[in-house]
Each structure stands twice: as C-alpha cells, then as structure tokens.
C-alpha cells in the first residue's frame, strides 16, 4: 500500500471524529427555553393590567415598538395585525394574546402617552399596550431591562408554560414564526399545582 492510500483511512477518521464533534457541539448548543421575566408597565390601554402569571395557559406574542420606529411600521406592527387575523379562532377562545409594550429608550419628550393613543387609534391597535416604565436615572425601560431587548422592533413568543420560545430583534420570517405558534397553541399545559402543607 502507498502512503498516500495508507493515510486515506486516517483522513476519513479524522473527518467523522471532526463531524461527530460539530455535530453534538450544534445539539449542546441549542439553548433551553427561558422563563419570561414579568414586564413592568407605568399604564396599560385597551386592556385591564395583565401580568404573565395571569396568562398562564395561553400562547403569548409581544411585540416591543416605539411609535416612531420605521421598522415597527413597516414589519412588526403589520405582523401583529396579520397573526390577529389569522389566529382569530383561537385568540377568541382564550388560548392566545397579542401584547405590544411601548418601549420608549429614545425621544421621550416627541412619544409620549398621548401622542401614542393618538397613534393606536390611527393604526387600528386594539390589542393590550403597555408602556414600559422608566425609573429615574435610568436610561432604559425596566421591561426592555428585563428582556434585554436590542431595540426596536423586537418581538417575543412565549409558550403555555412561561418560557421564551423566541425573541428576534428586527426583521425575521414571518412563516417560522406562525410556524411555531403553531405548534405551541398544539402544545399540553399541565398546570402547576401548590403543594400541600400540612
């Protein structure tokens, strides 16, 4: 056998070693769904205060915007209102929720509160809006803190359960998205139940 036909298998096995070691660095990366943190909100529109604990059991979508952000005008915001669309049925039903969060981290003084009704009601935002909340000396929104969100739009699913099952900053495609609220509307919710003290 020449050398270079006695290296060709150790080169083969090198390569499968080299694949079989990308391979389950992909699978251990694949991060793990994350609990959502509560959001924090200074006033809500369109709905009575709602909080995470209390959307137990639902599929929950937010989407984070400004008023003023070319990407929410031209992607999030229209996504939101297609999904509203398309999942009608079972958002009627109480099994999903459509939730925007003003998060304001630029321009306080032009997006404020009554410019922002003023601009629900020109856009047809029906849906729950809160306003995260600021507190002083800090230049970012506590939701926006919470979520270490990367700006605007941004927009978050999560399941049944709590946990994050995707946040995407800017624009994503549409379709992975309804794809996985999808599965997630098919997904058990097995509630937790309180442990008995005696």
């Known amino acids: 056998m020449t050398p270079a036909r006695r290296s060709l298998p150790l080169a083969i096995a090198f390569a499968a070693a080299l694949l079989t070691s990308l391979m389950t660095s ?27 604990s209390g959307l137990k059991g639902k599929v929950i979508v937010i989407d984070f915007f400004q008023l003023w952000c070319p990407g ?23 099994r999903i929720t459509f939730v ?10 032009f997006q404020t509160p009554k410019r922002l009704r003023r601009f629900l009601k020109k856009k047809g935002i029906n849906h729950a809006v809160g306003i995260d909340r600021h507190i002083d ?16 739009p941004e927009m978050a699913i999560i399941d049944k359960h709590g946990n994050i099952r995707l ?15 999808r599965t997630l509307l098919e997904e058990q919710y097995a509630p937790e139940k309180a442990s008995l003290t005696r």
């Open 26 to 52: 992909a699978v251990q990366a694949a991060p793990a769904p994350k609990k959502a943190p509560d959001w924090e909100i200074a006033e809500w529109i369109n709905s009575e205060p709602l909080n995470l």
């Open 72 to 94: 929410c005008n031209s992607f999030s915001i229209p996504l939101m209102h297609h999904w509203e669309q398309v999942f009608e049925k079972e958002a009627s039903e109480g």
């Open 100 to 109: 925007s969060i003003h998060t304001v981290f630029e321009g306080h003084n």
């Open 137 to 152: 000396g800090k230049r970012l929104p506590e939701t926006m803190r919470r979520y270490n969100t990367m700006g605007t």
């Open 167 to 181: 946040q995407r900053f800017g624009f994503f495609e549409p379709a992975h998205g309804e794809s996985l609220i």
